[in-house]
Every structure is written in C-alpha cells, then in structure tokens.
T-cell receptor, first 111, second 111 residues
C-alpha cells in the first residue's frame, strides 16, 4: 500500500477554519484518498474521499493537488466536536480492499 | 437507530477461553470487515468478506475465524484467547468497492 504522511498534531480554536495536510507522493492512479476521523472509545467516522477532483460535503472540503501527490482536508468553523485523530488513507476501489490506518493527525480544538 | 450493531460492547474473558463477537449491519451492504485496535496502536485490518465469502485475510493466527450466517452478519470467533488479544474489535461494512462505515466496537479484555 502506498503511504501517506501527516503531521502528528495540529491545534485550533473554535470557529477557525482548519487545514489538515496529507502527503502521498507515490499514489497510484487507481487509489482514492479517504479521510476518516476517530475519537477515543469510538469507531472511525467517515469524513470524505476523492480521486482527482476537489470534493465537498457537509463535513469538510477536500482539496486535491493537480498531481495528486498531496491533499488537504479543510474543516470550516471547527467546534469542540471536531477534535479527533484524522486519518488520510489511500485505498484502491476493489472488492474487499482494506483501509490501512496509520497514527493520523491529532486535531485539538480549544474553546 | 444504529446501522451497525456490535455485541457485546464490553467483554472480559479468561486466558484459553473462546468468545464470539457479533456484528450486524442494516445498511444493505454486501461487504463486511473486521479491524482490531490494541491500546495506543492504529487500527489493524483483519478480514474482509464480500457476499459472505472471504476476500482477504491479514490475520496470521487461525484462532480468529469469521462466521457469516446471514448476508448482513459477520461474527468473529476467537479461540484459545490470550492476553495479547485484548483490544477493541471494530466491524465495518460497505457496498462493493465503496466507502466503509464502522460500528462502535467491542472492547475485549483477556485476563
């Protein structure tokens, strides 16, 4: 599996827009970029995903570089509930394909 | 209502015993997965099933056996339990080749 690189942690304040970077220099053409987040004692929560084009949903905006070697998860107007470990994961869209979680980036949100 | 149910939420077992972790999904998905998360470690993929057939097995030990009695069930039988098996076990499901959604997990403690 191709690997991703994320900062270990990021800090923010409620109401700010947070940019979470992810580097994936060896991404393959058939690999999607997935973002999940996890808080302690809960299962991972799907945030968003994309292949080539930027995507947006109610939770976040995913900006994908034109060469696909990096991406940024943008969280607008964060609240305390957005504090979590955010995982950037590459996944081939094939039957039964796994998600390979790393340490992720811990986002801290202060009041 | 929760769409992925895992039972029990907590489980305490003695070394050498056998336990079954239950997972049911009501999302109409045809693929199901098991992941494990040991203390302070990233989630680790274990198994994937598609249409009740094993697609991928990344678990070295035969003590871990998935069981799919219905298409929306994927239970995990663990035999000859060891203290190292203590972890939170997460079930996930997806449509074929699509986004995986996770359950709340079963926390297993082996004494």
């Amino acid at each position: 599996d191709a690997k991703t690189t994320q900062p270990d942690s990021m800090e923010s304040t409620e109401g700010e827009t947070v940019h979470l970077p992810c580097s994936h220099a060896t991404i393959s053409g058939n690999e999607y970029i997935y973002w999940y987040r996890q808080v302690p004692l809960q299962g991972p929560e799907y945030v968003t995903h994309g292949l080539q084009q930027n995507t947006t949903n109610s939770m976040a905006f995913l900006a994908i570089a034109s060469d696909r070697k990096s991406s940024t998860l943008i969280l607008p107007h964060v609240s305390l509930r957005d504090a979590a470990v955010y995982h950037c994961i590459l996944r081939v869209a094939s039957t039964g394909s796994k998600l390979s979680f790393g340490k992720g980036a811990k986002l801290t949100v202060s009041p | 209502d929760p769409k992925i149910i895992q039972k029990p939420k907590y489980l305490v077992a003695v070394t050498g015993s056998e336990k079954i972790l239950i997972c049911e999904q009501y999302l109409g998905h045809n693929a199901m997965y098991w992941y494990r998360q040991s203390a302070k470690k990233p989630l680790e993929f274990m198994f994937s099933y598609s249409y009740q057939k094993l697609m991928d097995n990344q678990t070295a030990s035969s003590r871990f056996q998935p069981q799919s009695s219905k298409k929306n069930h994927l239970d995990l039988q663990i035999t000859a339990l060891k203290p190292d098996d203590s972890a939170t076990y997460f079930c996930a499901s997806s449509r074929i080749q699509d986004t995986q959604y996770f359950g709340p997990g079963t926390r297993l403690l082996v004494l």
